[in-house]
């Protein structure tokens, strides 16, 4: 993956006068205001690009719709002829149109809002345009996958480094109606290709093994027993931790929501028992059915959520757009080590920060209350490392369905 290829600057090389003029007259706007309305488009999708393909299941499912598309260097060859109006146009249009919900979901229509207040283009415009130029991204993305043979990871780090370019051109306003902060939320460190992931279970796995190999190499250097037996009793403790996080889990599997969205998740996780809680009409909404996050993680001593915790995340915001009536209540707990009332404050402030990353992915926040409880409620002994872990906690309950 070349990290320096700046995918704006080549979809600007391949619309030219030309392609921008029969864009335009398809539309039914000057070709000044086309190029204009393109200048946003462009940085739109390719952030909503970026920002799926930012966990291991939005880069696959990227470069599932490159494949079944068909996108890649045939594409882009065959843009004049695409745009030059007629049945071409039209069926360019519908593909187009169906890529966008699985790029933007529920966001596509203040996307096309955003292109309009920025450009000025016709809001009929703005969308057919937006449907029509996302081929060329997925074309000129399909083309460097297929060169460099990219795998889902070699996916991730080509649009990982695109969020450098896109910060420093973009529009102003693109990351609001991406549901971000700000654009640097898109920069993240790129995964090397070689290390391949069944699922974002090695987001946080992967360090526990490595100290586990680190033990095993130091064993085989350090003379000193002493040494020795201590490393050898951590990695074996690593070891079997991983294991049993693994167990817990248990296998990955693909569950279709109802909004048609595909997701990939552990059969024993929070995203399955949650569906399955929703969907079951004979379990009624109470006040004591909870569901406890099973990799979400905090910056330690921080009320700030790892960005190892962003697909799970990302994964029940997902279930909750595909069941619109579903309200949630964000509980926030943690151990008995330090003051009660620091323990509330930041019991509360880590349920507030989950609630408002579930707006920044899309979710009502209508829908969503927060509530921190600190000590209270504890679901295993203090008195252990074991089970105060347990305790610090983010729960959910469902309040409608």
Known sequence: MTVSLNILELLKSEFSDDIIGKLGRFVGED??????????????VLGGLISKGSTSQGASEILDMITKGGFGA???????????????????????????????????SRIIDWIVNSTGIGKSAASSLLSLATPAVLGLLG???KGANLSGNGLMNLLSGQAGFLKNLAPAGLASVLGLSNL????????????????????????????AAIGYFLLRNVTAPPVKTSVEKAAEKVTAEASKALEKLGKFLTVKLPSGIVLNLPEFGVEKKLIAFI??????????TWFTFDRLEFETGSTELKPSSMEQMKNIAEILKAYPKVRLKIGGYTDNIGKPEDNLKLSQKRAENTLQEFVKLGVDPKRLEAEGYGEKYPVADNSTEEGRQRNRRIDLRVTSK
Do not use: H, M
């Open 31 to 44: 070709s000044n205001k086309t190029k204009s309305a393109l200048g946003s488009i462009f940085p739109a």
């Open 74 to 108: 045939d594409t882009l060859r065959g843009l004049g002829n695409s745009y030059a109006g007629g049945d071409p146009t039209k069926n360019l249009l519908n593909t187009g149109t169906g890529l966008l919900s699985g790029i933007f979901g529920d966001r596509i």
């Open 143 to 145: 083309k460097e996958v």
């Open 184 to 211: 640097s939320d898109l920069v993240k460190p790129a995964i090397p290709e070689s290390v391949q992931k069944s699922s974002s279970i090695w987001k946080w796995l992967l360090p526990l093994l490595i100290l």
């Open 279 to 288: 969907e079951d009409t004979s379990k009624p909404v109470d006040q004591t």
